[in-house]
């Protein structure tokens, strides 16, 4: 099963062309949305970007706010699994009662999956999904806190082990992923620019597209390392 992990930026075609690629042919692409009311409007974007990333056949997987995605049934017919982007807690709930199943679905019928934005953070095993203090103090912006004031980690999807954070540098998420890593609430984590994606094949991870992945590893005396990657650069998991 391959797995691509987009930062934001969803009209950059070119990061999503090695999915699409992946997926084959004009091959039908499900596109997971937690509608907030304007579901439909939003799978049009991503119908959009995915045609002009290569022959797609997108189609429209909407869960209500609140509701519970049943991969089962909704992935019948189809060939790969995009989760798109929006309120990422909202995501991870809809997620919450398949964590398990949807993986073992896709690596079963060897479905690639990609993940934007709020998709990209629910595929790791403990996800980051929002908030913005840390015990009452500010590590990022208010307004990249996802309705959530303190900083949340919960269970993701585990088709990666480290955890993502998005919109890195157009956001300031970075600071963020750096105080989950250095409280241990995630063994290692990555921050990834808009308009950049996170090819993960076999035990490596290669960088596209136009910004950088930032790895935020454990340091000595309750510190991290950091280390920014850019297009055509790779790291290695674990």
Known sequence: MSTFLIGGGWDTAEVYEPFVRTVGGDRRIGCLIVDEGDGAAQFERYAEVLRKAGPATPVPLLVPLGGRFEPEAALDGV???????GLTPAYQEALEGCLERLPALLAGRGMPYAGFSAGAAV??????????????VPVCPEETGEDLAEVEVRAGLGLVPFAVDVHAAQWGTLARLIAVVGRGAAPYGVAVDESTLLHVVGGEVRVAGLGRAHVVRPGGDGGVLVRAYRAGEAFSIG
């Open 79 to 85: 060939d790969g699994l995009l989760v798109c982007g």
């Open 123 to 136: 595929a790791a095993r403990r996800a980051v999904v929002g908030g913005w203090l840390v015990d009452g």
